[in-house]
């Protein structure tokens, strides 16, 4: 009946040739009345607000750019003093950038935590490239971690030694936030799937690890580890406080991120277990070809997201007094000719965390397109 | 009865063992009862089709034989390997038993290609170029090798309902478990997956089938098993059944079908 009916109407009523929409409703001028102008009360909305944004723009650059004091000679911050607040004061970072960067780290050493933050930005390019994802990867992350090692210590090859206590700004956040998500993230993997392990004291260990450390404050971990943990130790045993810190850390990291993974594995269903199972996948065969690649690729958006909220966190380990990247910001405009210039500085800090989680959060939307291209039809 | 059934049913092979050997198998979901004292034997080459009513016990007894699901009384044999714990004797068990599922449950993140390759590359520890080679082959057979890059999401149910045939195949198996095929697909696509099983059955692969299209039983069955509330009701050749139901359940159970007809 249906095959009728269409014969007809191919045999009476000519095709109609396509048309292209009305002008008003496409390209720029129909998505500026469908979003923008499509009442009076949203246009006027739109005209206010275009109004303040504008403002604010003209507003941050004379005080930014026209009016700022760039450099200053010897520490003689009158200069920017006099512009009572009109012009910003970018003398401060231009003569604290080695500081709010490096720290305490020794001055003429600087070209080492430089050399560093330079290797760390290179693992990460290096990583994110696909065609990089090889198993010689993981050995050039052992490789460049262990010479940044070196790097950062001394005390071999003709590397003056440098004490851990000296080491500051910059290459700690990035310390702390690539170790710590580095090691967290496998842990948080195997924690995952041990919880859902059908041994029960897999499972019992796991469930009280995550319980555990998510129910307190990663303040509180970082405390522990810098004050109580060496209480424990015995006589004479000294274990690095940024080591401990960076153990807290991953510790933490992987709770949250094991609960972020367990979700995805939680969003597979039966089905996949039970292909992978009648085909005679053994168990980490399963996991690695099928169960993990779907579950991860699942969870993308939330792992970025706590991989971005981690890198900050990193700045908490200021309470047990190591000098990352904000602390050394703070400590920069302790001294008296520098005090009352925090704006400038933080907005300088502000802007380089802004950089790292930034690349994170666009290199995740490019992965999750690509990883989830099977999806389309 | 069902002694003199599988005489005759394993008489052109009496030479062969028996595939599957299932002995008063019990099973419970919590205190469910869901199969009671079920016992089959399946001859090399045989094709069984179990039918019955859902919630019957007939899935959740295909789904023994490759310990999908763990009996609890009885036993099941494979080939002549008994089905326990013994994670050694399940792994031999797996690659020699192929299952097909009414979900189809192709891996959505490898291609038609990678999801036929995989086992054999990993299980059976075949070279990459071997295997692809041979999922060709298979594919070629289910006449989809054209597709054979594309993701699962890009095909048809009819077309990923073949591609886990071949996925299936792949591993050369020496059993093939079909539990609903066909449930899942418009009507449209039944035919091209059930001329694809019956090209299977005509090469002399141990089939059982979970089914209820009795036109592929009537073709190729050698016995039909109709189960009820976790017991084996009936079984003899497909015109035993069909036509001379003995049981009232089983009578219901025709009517029933032939009016969803």
């Known amino acids: 009946m249906s095959d009728l009916t269409l014969e007809t109407s191919v045999a009476k009523v000519p095709e109609a040739a396509p048309r292209s929409p009305p002008a008003s409703q496409i390209g720029l001028v129909g998505w500026l009345r469908a979003n923008l102008f499509s009442s009076w009360l949203n246009s006027a909305v739109t005209l206010l607000v275009a109004y303040l944004v504008i403002r604010w723009i003209i507003g941050f650059v004379e005080w930014g750019i026209v009016n700022a004091v760039w450099s200053v000679p010897d520490n003689q911050t009158q200069a920017c003093r006099d512009l009572k607040g009109i012009g910003a004061c970018w003398a401060v970072v231009t003569e604290k950038h080695r500081f709010i960067l490096f720290g305490t780290y020794p001055y003429e050493e600087h070209w080492r935590p430089a050399l560093c933050i330079l290797l760390f930005i290179g693992l990460y390019v290096v990583s994110a490239m696909r065609r990089f994802w090889r ?3 993981a050995l050039v992350w052992v490789v460049v971690l262990a010479a940044i090692g070196v790097l950062m210590w001394g005390g071999v090859l003709g590397l003056s030694y440098v004490p851990q206590e000296r080491w500051g700004g910059l290459v700690i956040t990035l310390i702390l936030a690539t170790f710590g998500l580095a090691f967290a993230f496998p842990l948080a993997i195997l924690v995952a799937l041990g919880r859902r392990s059908k041994l029960p004291a897999i499972k019992a260990i796991c469930v009280l690890y995550v319980e555990l450390i998510r129910g307190v404050p990663l303040i509180s971990l970082l405390f522990m580890a810098s004050v109580m943990f060496p209480l424990f130790l015995p006589e004479g045993m000294n274990i690095d406080k940024l080591l401990r810190a960076q153990i807290a850390i991953i510790l933490f990291a992987g709770a949250y991120l094991a609960e972020v993974v367990r979700g995805g594995l939680q969003a597979l269903s039966k089905g996949q277990y039970e292909a992978a199972d009648a085909l005679g996948l053994s168990y980490w065969q399963k996991t690695g070809l099928i169960i993990l690649p779907q579950a991860l690729r699942l969870v993308i958006p939330p792992l970025v997201n706590t991989f971005i909220g981690f890198f900050k966190d990193t700045s908490l380990v200021l309470i047990i ?9 703070k400590t920069a405009i302790i001294e008296p000719a520098w005090q009352g210039f925090g704006v400038e500085v933080y907005l300088t800090v502000g802007a380089i965390y802004f950089v790292f989680c930034f690349a994170m959060s666009k290199y995740s939307q490019r992965l999750e397109a690509e990883f989830n291209r099977h999806r389309r039809r | ?10 008489a052109a092979r009496a030479d062969a063992p028996p595939a599957i050997v299932l002995d008063k198998v019990n099973k419970w979901f919590g205190t469910m009862h869901v199969l009671r004292d079920v016992s089959l034997t399946v001859a090399t080459g045989e094709r069984v089709v179990i039918c019955g009513p859902s919630g019957s016990g007939k899935s959740t007894t295909i789904r023994c034989i490759n310990r999908l699901e763990a009996h609890q009384e009885g036993r099941i044999l494979v080939n002549g390997i008994e089905l326990t714990d013994d994670v050694k004797a399940l792994d031999d068990i797996r690659r020699e038993v192929g299952m097909v599922f009414q ?37 070629n057979r289910v006449r989809i090798p054209e597709q054979a890059n594309k993701y699962p999401g890009q095909l048809s149910g009819g077309q990923q309902q073949r591609v886990a045939i071949a996925r299936a195949l792949c591993m050369k198996p020496r059993i093939m478990l079909f539990d609903e095929p066909t449930s899942a697909l418009d009507p449209e696509m039944i035919k091209e997956v059930l001329d694809t099983m019956v090209g299977l059955a005509e090469t002399g692969m141990t089939m059982i089938c979970v089914t209820h299209e009795m036109g592929f039983a009537r073709k190729v069955a050698d016995r039909v098993v109709f189960m009820d509330r976790g017991e084996v009701v009936e079984m003899g050749t497909p015109a035993q059944v069909f036509e001379n139901p003995q049981t009232e359940r089983l009578k219901t159970f025709l009517s029933q079908i032939l009016r969803g007809h």
């Open chain 2, 1 to 10: 009865m069902s002694e003199t059934l599988e005489h005759i049913a394993s």
């Open chain 2, 103 to 139: 979900s189809f449950n192709l891996f959505p993140h490898l291609t038609i290609l990678e999801n036929c390759t995989l086992a054999p590359i990993w299980v059976r520890r075949m070279p990459k170029k071997e295997a692809e080679a041979l999922a060709m082959e298979y594919l």
């Open chain 1, 135 to 137: 198993k010689e990867l």
């Open chain 1, 321 to 329: 007094g190591i000098f990352d990247l904000l602390t050394a910001g």
